[in-house]
């Protein structure tokens, strides 16, 4: 069944939902663990509890993958470098590339480029801009690596605590799957070594599903006041953001032409 997105809802079908993933999730590095993604061909029915958990947590990581994307996003205006933005912080070159090219320009102008050849007058010097845009571009990379560090918690939800999650859910399918194996196996046999394999199979099994549990519980639901705080902080900083941009640049008063005409006002009688 799909959900609105077009990617798949949360079902009984193998040992994690076949989701689209978002931001983090989609990142080569995580290729390692793609496996876990992989249906069974076995059915079984999650119990009520577990069922429910793990459907909120897919809800949960798919909002906060679309909200993480779109925070990166905001950061460099670029959706290519936003997706890496994480593992290699990179600004967009504007700024830089836009002060390179005032200096080139204003070194050929030293060189003897005229504005007006008939006056001599020479242009003046753009390096004061070029400072300015270079400082731009500082404030800008500084202000981006203090809002990777404010969306940090959110950031280990993505990355890593769900990853996680994900892995104590395949194993927990993969003790249900053993424990279907043992339980078929003594229905054959019905001998004393075939019981005690279904015992220890029953015993593992309700391990790891109280290890999933925990898990979601402690590392998941219980941060969701740090992933809310790390999203406030990152508006904070972003209202600082520009006004730190605002004031880097010097105000310039525009001076009023002086009224030099000789034609005075009439006087009122």
């Known amino acids: 069944m799909a959900g609105k997105d077009g990617t798949k809802t949360c079902t009984d079908e193998g040992p994690i939902a076949l989701k689209g993933f978002y931001g983090l999730a989609d990142h ?20 009520d509890e577990v069922k429910k958990m793990c459907k909120q947590v897919e ?21 290519t470098t936003s997706k890496q933005l994480v593992e290699n912080v ?24 005229k504005l007006d050849s008939k006056e001599g007058k020479e242009l003046e010097s753009l390096e004061p801009v070029s400072k300015l845009l270079l400082n731009l571009d500082a404030e800008h990379e500084r202000r981006v690596r203090k809002q990777l560090e404010n969306l ?10 769900y990853w996680e999650y994900a ?27 075939s019981e005690q394999n279904t015992a220890n199979a029953q015993k593992y099994r309700n391990e790891c599903r109280q290890k ?17 705080d790390s999203v406030l902080k990152f508006r904070d900083e972003a209202v600082l953001y520009h006004r730190a941009m605002a004031e880097l640049i010097p105000y310039v008063e525009e001076k009023k032409p002086e009224n030099k005409s000789a034609i005075k006002p009439p006087s009122s009688k």
Request: proline share 4%; aromatic share 8%; net charge positive.
């Open 28 to 47: 080569p590095n995580h290729g390692i663990i793609a496996s876990i993604l992989k249906r069974r061909n076995r059915k079984f029915t999650l119990p």
């Open 59 to 79: 809800e949960y990581k798919t909002a906060a993958d679309h909200l993480h994307q779109s925070l990166m996003f905001m950061l460099v205006e670029n959706p």
């Open 90 to 113: 990179r600004t967009e070159p504007n700024l830089r590339k836009a002060a390179a090219y005032l200096r080139t320009y204003d070194g050929l102008n030293r060189q003897g480029r």
């Open 152 to 161: 940090k918690p959110l950031t280990k939800l993505i990355g890593e605590d």
């Open 167 to 193: 892995r104590l859910r395949k194993v927990y399918w993969d003790a249900l799957e053993a424990f279907d194996d043992a339980v078929t196996q003594q229905n054959k046999e019905r001998t004393e070594q």
């Open 212 to 228: 999933l549990i925990d898990f979601i519980g402690k590392s998941i639901f219980d941060q969701k006041t740090k992933h809310a």
